[in-house]
């Protein structure tokens, strides 16, 4: 006959800590109201749910300047396809990033200021529902829980990198031009000295300008043929 015992005091203790252990080796790929993902020693970036790509904190080449960005998950050297705050670096690995009150996804330095903003309009309705999460497109949005509708994303803000599924769109009206502006150098993802985007004026088509605003190639206009 078995006798069935009741698990041991260090039984039971095992198992919880496996399974804490379990539970924080799962990377989230999302952040909510409250939460906060910080740089540091113990900084763990955020995974898309494929592990295609990370948002968390780096510094480019030589520099000890920190930044948030979007890379691949999957290529051993850092490809970074996105730059947050690619005019205002932390000093530091002090920065946060969080979901403010009035629900937008802010960047803080150790001093508490804010140092970049999705800077969507304020509203009083849902802040608290507000989740940023990470794509495995490379898009970091800001969305209402359980809702697939993005209220801000990464992808109409780009920096240097087109990632399939981008739009490159502009809007001669207002101005809002998506493009890309290259990084000023390896070490430094401020704005450098070349800008790909579409042309405001005329026939759509392709343009590579420079800071001096002259053309410097063009892809002529689409014959809506495809080679």
Known sequence: MRIFRKPTLSVSLLFFFFFFLYESSMAADTIRRGEFLRDGSNHK?????????????????VSTLR?????????????VVWVANRET???????????????????????????????????????????GAIRDTGNFELVEANSERALWESFD????????????????QTGDNLAFVSWKSEN??????????????GAPEIVLWGRDKIRKWRSGQWNQELE
């Open 67 to 79: 930044y948030l960005g979007i890379w691949y998950g999957n290529i051993e050297d850092k490809a």
């Open 157 to 172: 803000h780009p920096t240097d990198t087109f990632l399939p599924q981008m739009r490159v769109r502009v809007n001669p």
């Open 45 to 61: 970036p955020l995974v898309s749910p494929q592990k295609t790509f990370e948002l968390g904190f780096f510094s480019p080449g």
């Open 188 to 201: 430094d993802p401020s704005p450098g000295d070349y800008i790909l985007g579409i042309d405001p004026s």
């Open 89 to 131: 670096p932390i000093s530091d690995k002090s920065g946060a990033l969080t979901i403010s009150n009035d629900g937008n996804l802010v960047l803080l330095n150790g001093e508490n200021i804010t140092v970049w903003s999705s800077n969507i309009t304020a509203s009083s309705n849902n802040n608290n529902n507000r989740v």
